[in-house]
């Protein structure tokens, strides 16, 4: 079923992509972003402290969370032909191999402008323990309704 302005109503939520986190989807991300940190990839690294903080081991790149929150996003918006515009997101909790997330959001206010519409979401990515390990807010921009003839 295809989401639409109209049918939209506060506090409606949207559900993304379960993902399993391991060593390989890890170093995959690594390989597309470039980016080699040895959090990501050393466990020896990771056995040391950091100020007040001790990991424990590898941790996920909080980037892949934005990635599977743009995902439900797009996945939820892009059939009705509206475009996610903002991502704004902190991380709260690392996510280490075995851990298993889930983009989820609840809709929080609609507004309608001059030229367009809008929906404003809160976003969060939930662990196997419905902890959030990643929180933050979007928007998507709707289409302007369609005039009749």
Same mark, same amino acid.
């Given at each position: 079923m295809t989401t639409t302005f109209d049918g939209i109503t506060i506090g409606d939520t949207i559900n993304g992509p379960t993902f399993s986190v391991s060593r390989e989807s890890i170093r995959l991300f690594c390989d597309g972003s470039l980016d080699y940190n040895p959090l990501h990839l050393d466990d020896n690294y990771m056995k040391g402290n950091f100020g007040k903080t001790n990991f424990g081991g590898i941790i996920m790149h909080g980037m892949n969370n934005f990635g599977l929150i @743009?995902? &439900? /996003? @797009?996945?939820?918006?892009?059939p009705a032909g509206a475009i996610h515009r903002r991502l704004e997101t902190r991380w709260l909790k690392p996510v280490k191999p075995g851990d298993t997330i889930k983009p989820t959001g609840i809709i929080k206010a609609k507004q309608v402008t001059a030229?367009?519409?809008?929906? /404003?979401?809160?976003? &969060?990515?939930?662990?196997?323990?419905?902890e959030k390990v990643a929180m933050g807010e979007a928007m998507v921009e709707f289409p302007t309704a369609a005039k009749a003839a």
């Open positions: @743009t995902r &439900m /996003l @797009t996945d939820w918006a892009y030229k367009s519409r809008w929906v /404003l979401i809160d976003v &969060m990515v939930l662990n196997q323990n419905d």
